[in-house]
């Protein structure tokens, strides 16, 4: 399935990972004008086991745009309202704003694969629920 340009709802979406390269290697951009939200947190995930799945939940007020740092992730996204899940693979090439409400899971294909995730708040655990939303 290609990612590009698609809404997994009314209001995620994804977000361009520019690219510069030459002889040094890759620059891989993402500024402001590709973030929804002003950025008040960064986290990273690694070391993750072979197909194991991170994630598992949703946050009722906070954004987050996840994007790869290395590897493919795929996130299984079920938005709130009973919409249906749908499937899609993060490569670097592009990032995905997660909005409020959603459910989402992460598998990791290998070990090295780093997810990074911003988010627009500190993070609270009264803001998390851990089944989808209907």
């Known amino acids: 399935m290609n990612n590009q340009g698609r809404n997994i709802s009314e209001n995620s979406r994804f977000s361009d990972v520019y690219e510069i390269r030459d002889s040094r290697g890759v620059l891989k951009v993402l500024q402001g004008s590709n973030f ?23 946050h009722f ?41 959603h459910w989402v899971s992460m598998a990791f294909s290998t070990p090295d694969d780093i997810l990074m995730v911003a988010a627009d708040r500190d993070y609270d655990p009264t803001d998390v629920f851990l089944e989808p939303l209907k």
């Not at 929804?36 to 990273?44: N, Q």
């Not at 740092?69 to 938005?79: A, D, R, S």
């Open 36 to 58: 929804p939200f002003a950025v008040k947190r960064i986290f990273w995930i690694t070391d993750v086991p072979k197909y194991e799945v991170r994630g598992k939940h949703g």
């Open 61 to 101: 007020e906070t954004q987050q745009l996840l994007f790869s740092i290395l590897g493919k992730i795929t996130l299984e996204v079920i938005p709130p309202n009973g919409f249906e899940s749908i499937s899609v693979t993060l490569n670097g090439q592009e990032a995905f704003y997660l909005p409020p409400g």
